[in-house]
């Protein structure tokens, strides 16, 4: 049956007196998404079906940008814009519209799409976006619930019976939207600095340079009362180069750096003696042997130690995923077992902004259900504890514990935020080589590997493929017996999670972060991972990808030949 049911006009209705409720300092874009909040609840009360939850979150983001490649300015802009997303729950928290569709894979209709709504704070362009797509929105949570309701009916009972929602305490805060200035001539002059020396190397295939300046803030509104207004500022610096072997291979080097303001980004001078390392770097791995498929001992560096927990333990502790029959569920009846060495604790904290002084990605006040961020313990002494929730409960945990997290125009799935990895008793980086050798020794293997650097990593979760991992290094070295050390390329750190768990054996007292955004169903977010560099018993490296296209034919225009 197709519901043909449209909300008045806003103009029509008077608006709900909300200016009290507000918190102090609160800008007409909160106030404006209260009344239309309260008006989209009362017209829609007297529907067969009414909403018994409605939450409207407006991201705005305000960010200057610029490229280079080679020397040259590519890409200069900046701007504005606003995007709205609707949160409506028709049905009960036990069953609701957003109840996945077994078969289908995913979750129902949690997520809006997204609209684009109006930058100028102005109440009433405001309202008349909310009000219409308010009304989109409840047609098709309506129409939605009528399909769970139809799956549930038609398919096995599910394994996780808990609800599809959890209530929360209303919270009531409001930041002053943050002053944005740039110079951006500036950052265009910075950014042609930074490619300029890969141009005057003919073996250089790609070099590319970015910086980006912003803020985002955000407005949220519930039906529970909630009132958020938040603002937070966030520069990256990327550059990226990319030569290739004799043999085909595509070799990149990375360096990315991340901070809350434009003034506390590195000098010009870090950043080139970085360019200088990477052109060094790629020199080097040029005419670097193959390394061949290998099990043995590792060391992972705290940077791809870091990349490996998010990968390999990150992903799979996400709450929601011990719900979806879809999922391999690999530690949901782990609770209360010990995963690694008693020394070892493992935290997600999105309330930490900074670790040793470097600032992280992953820091928010509130998470995007309205839900203040939470420290979690996940791994006390070495004994699993816990899994990230957003306010989609599951057997044992009915609450959201502040990771309900996504892109905008995406549903909210329990995310990673600052993923801390901590030893109580770490050793120095030389004792840990040291620690490695005597491994090489004692299972007879030529050499162990030392991952030094990664460009990122991919997880499976679900059982329909392999539950494994692939994190993928740029820089290893194999270590041999006298300590001697030898760059290598064409690796790829693979393996299942259980088995990788338990080849930890010990850790550095250094360190390592690691600063990027993580892409999963509910879209790209900024996360964050720390960990000292880690001592594995075994590993396993495969071949990596290789492209099979030739050296280019013509000669580099200008630059040494």
């Not at 991972?529 to 018993?537: D, E, F, G, T, W």
Request: with cysteine.
């Amino acid at each position: 049956m197709k519901i043909r049911f449209l909300l008045a006009a806003p103009a029509l209705l008077a608006s709900a007196a909300v200016a009290a409720e507000l918190p102090a300092g609160a800008t007409p874009v909160l106030a404006a998404m209260r009344a239309e909040l309260d008006h989209s609840l009362a017209a829609l009360k007297a529907q067969p079906a009414p909403p018994y939850f409605l939450s409207y979150e407006i991201t705005e983001t305000r960010r200057t940008a610029v490229s280079s490649s080679f020397g040259a300015l590519v890409a200069s802009s900046e701007g504005t814009g606003r995007v709205l997303d609707i949160d409506l729950r028709v049905g009960s928290p036990a069953l609701d519209n957003t109840h996945a569709i077994r078969g289908a894979g995913g979750f129902g209709g949690g997520g809006s799409g997204g609209a684009s709504i109006a930058v100028d704070d102005a109440p009433e362009a405001i309202r008349a976006t909310l009000w219409y797509q308010t009304d989109r929105r409840y047609k098709s949570a309506v129409e939605q619930l009528t399909r769970v309701k139809a799956n549930v009916q038609v398919k096995i009972d599910e394994e996780d019976k808990s609800a599809d929602f959890a209530t929360e305490a209303a919270h009531s805060y409001a930041e002053k939207p943050l002053a944005y200035a740039v110079d951006r001539k500036k950052l265009e002059e910075r950014v042609r600095r930074f490619t300029a020396p890969f141009a005057a190397n003919p073996r250089i295939y790609s070099a590319q340079a970015s910086i980006s300046v912003g803020v985002e803030t955000r407005w949220y509104v519930n039906s529970e009362g909630t009132l958020l207004q938040t603002s937070q500022p966030g520069c990256r610096i990327s550059v990226t180069a990319t030569t290739k072997a004799d043999d085909g291979m595509d070799l990149p080097r990375f360096q990315t750096y991340f901070a809350f303001r434009p003034e506390q980004l590195p000098s010009d001078e870090v950043v080139l003696a970085d360019v200088k390392k990477i052109l060094a770097d790629l020199d080097a791995l040029r005419t670097a042997p193959l390394v061949d498929p290998y099990t043995g001992p590792a060391i992972l560096s705290g940077r791809a130690a870091g990349v490996f927990f998010h990968e390999v333990f990150g992903h799979r502790i996400e709450g929601h995923r011990q719900k979806r029959a879809e999922e391999g569920q690999t530690f949901k009846k782990m609770l209360g077992q010990k995963l690694l060495p008693e020394t070892f604790t493992v935290f997600c904290d999105p309330n930490v902004p900074r670790y040793g002084g470097t600032e992280l990605g992953g820091h928010y006040l509130y998470d995007n259900q309205g839900v203040k961020a939470q420290r979690v313990p996940l791994i006390d002494a070495g004994v699993f504890t816990g899994f990230l929730m957003a306010r989609i409960p599951i057997d044992g945990f009915p609450a959201s514990n502040g990771h309900g997290r996504k892109a905008t125009g995406a549903s909210v799935v329990s995310r990673q935020s600052n993923l801390i990895v901590e030893v109580a008793k770490p050793v120095s980086h030389a004792a840990l080589k040291a620690e490695l050798l005597k491994l090489v020794a004692e299972q007879k293997k030529p050499y162990g590997l030392l991952f030094d650097d990664i460009e990122g990593g991919f997880a499976l979760t679900g059982r329909s493929q392999p539950n494994a991992f692939n994190v993928q290094p740029i820089l290893v070295y194999r270590v041999f017996p006298d300590g001697r050390e030898e760059l290598v390329r064409g690796a790829d750190f693979i393996g299942t999670p259980l088995s990788a768990f338990s080849k930890i054996v010990a850790a550095d007292d250094a360190p390592g972060i690691f600063n990027g955004v993580c892409g999963a169903e509910s879209g790209w977010v900024p996360v964050s991972a720390i960990s000292p560099a880690l001592l594995l018993s075994q590993v396993e490296v495969q071949k990596k990808e290789k492209s099979q296209e030739r050296l280019p034919l013509l000669a580099a225009p200008g630059g040494a030949q």
